[in-house]
């Protein structure tokens, strides 16, 4: 959580209006119907772009920017529309992904920038993301989507009824969210076998890193890999198809020895952060501290949790409650709660000033009329360094009573972070240590005292096995700080 706070809902909302037009594919040179014209297409990249990079933040690293805009547009150049204005970022995002919309924007997290072993598994992975772009999947998705829908379907987390207290997701994370069909994903696959061969990459490499990708996402029961993985062929097929294409194109293009530039790629990365960033705010023993923000709360016990650049947000398993801390305006607690009662039409239970540790705070519940019945909200407004709080509880009415005293205990402890350690606590990040003798990959962790609880995270890290045995000389991937 950065200085700006989290938020995280699921689906999209909005309806967009297009152009309906018959345009021949760049890529398959094929007539298809699509409902945006390029120059449409192109504004909303535009439009989209601020969108994404408010949402996740900008990873800065001005070295790693020069690699991948230098590597980006040379193959943007010899792909299927070279004419487009290609934009490419790192996102600072622990997720392993990478994603593009229309117009000719690139992405990739930190993440998944952490996870590559070398430049031609980079570069294959461009490709790929490229390949969507050439191919207007982002435009065919979105007529799929508009013509089977009749709009874009606004998307609820928890129940229909609080909904309207959870802000729906900009056009441009709809966009970046867009997962395409198994076709599609052949097709960028194979486009990013023949983007990266054509700049002098070994494509192979490419299949060699959604294997990493399977791993993590077994490792993690998929909670952390993105939803376009669900889409993709299986490893083991497409594994099989990028080898066969890959050689295929290095005999098209008389390429006598392809780079996969190991060595010079993980330099690259040396130092960037690995996982979650505590500077952005942590959740440890059910209690979520910001250092930079200089606050902290509990967090009720076995709540699902979601920390994202708008919004901290928590919800008990079964959906039917919300509790959310985001920034508002306001001169004061009091005006900044009415301002929320009005904008949400709420009638007023009760209210009064208070005092939160310390801290100028006012406090309402507050009920909103539903045909289905009532939901009730305790809002709280608390100033604390030159900013204005909003800590907002919900549910239904009827079931407000059971928790009406979580939202209360977690409101109620929210006060300055003084304990220096959370203050203090640094990211983990990546850093590179070379063998001076021949092992396993295991034995070099014990021998670099890398915490036995994480070889597994750092097996899939430098994408070998454990048992995996490597020569002197050899640099691999370790966690400092």
Not at 75 to 93: C, G, N, T, W
Not at 302 to 313: D, E, K, L, R
Not at 319 to 335: R, V
Not at 357 to 374: M, V
């Amino acid at each position: 959580m950065k200085t700006q706070f989290l938020f995280n809902t699921l689906i999209f909302s909005g309806v967009l209006l297009f152009t309906v037009e018959c345009a021949v594919n760049p890529v398959t040179g094929k007539k298809q119907v699509v409902l945006m014209s390029e120059a449409q297409e192109i504004e909303m990249g535009k439009q989209s772009d601020p969108e994404i990079v408010a949402y996740f933040g900008l990873y800065e690293d001005p070295d790693l920017q020069q690699f991948i805009t230098e590597k980006g547009k040379q193959m943007a150049a010899i792909s299927h529309r070279p004419q487009l204005e290609y934009q490419f970022k790192i996102v600072d995002s622990p997720v392993i992904n990478a994603f593009a919309v229309p117009g000719g924007y690139v992405y990739f997290t930190r993440g998944i920038m952490a996870h590559f072993n070398n430049e031609a598994e980079f570069a294959g992975v461009l490709g790929h993301e490229i390949g969507h772009i050439t191919a207007r999947h982002s435009v065919i998705q979105q007529r799929n989507q508009i013509l089977g829908q009749v709009g874009l379907i606004a998307g609820v987390i928890l129940v229909p009824e609080i909904s309207q207290f959870v802000e729906p997701l900009s056009q441009g994370m709809q966009l970046a969210l867009l997962s395409f069909g198994r076709d599609a994903e052949r097709q960028s696959d194979e486009l990013g076998v023949e983007y990266s061969s054509k700049i002098g990459y070994n494509a192979a490499e490419m299949a060699d890193f959604f294997k990493t990708l399977e791993r993590q996402g077994a490792k993690s029961g998929a909670s952390e890999i993105p939803e376009f993985l669900s889409t993709h062929p299986s490893p083991s097929e497409r594994n099989v198809t990028v080898a066969r294409l890959a050689e295929d194109w290095k005999k098209k293009l008389d390429l006598q020895n392809p780079a996969v530039n190991r060595d010079s790629y993980l330099k690259k990365i040396d130092g960037i952060v690995l996982g979650e960033d505590p500077r952005q705010g942590f959740l440890e023993n059910n209690v979520f501290y910001h250092p930079v923000l200089k606050f902290q709360f509990p967090t009720p016990q076995g709540w699902s949790f979601q920390n994202s650049p708008q919004q901290v947000q928590m919800a008990p398993k079964s959906g039917d409650a919300l509790m959310a801390l985001t920034l508002a305006k306001g001169n004061s607690p009091e005006e900044a709660t009415q301002a929320f009662i009005q904008q949400h039409k709420l009638e007023v239970v009760e209210s009064k000033k208070e005092t939160i540790n310390g801290l100028p705070a006012f406090i309402a519940i507050a009920d909103q009329k539903q045909e289905n019945g009532s939901i009730r909200v305790v809002i709280t407004m608390i100033q604390f360094g030159g900013n204005m709080y909003s800590f907002m509880g919900i549910s239904e009415l009827s079931k407000f009573q059971n928790y009406q005293n979580e939202f209360l205990a977690t409101i109620r402890n929210f006060k300055e972070l003084k304990d220096l350690e959370k203050l203090n606590r640094k990211p983990d990040l990546l850093r590179l240590k070379t063998l001076t003798k021949s092992m396993t990959l295991q034995a070099a962790l014990q021998s670099f005292n890398m915490p036995k609880e994480r070889f597994d995270e750092l097996a899939i890290l430098n994408g070998m096995l454990l048992t995996d045995q490597i020569s002197a000389g050899t640099t691999i991937k370790v966690i400092g700080k």
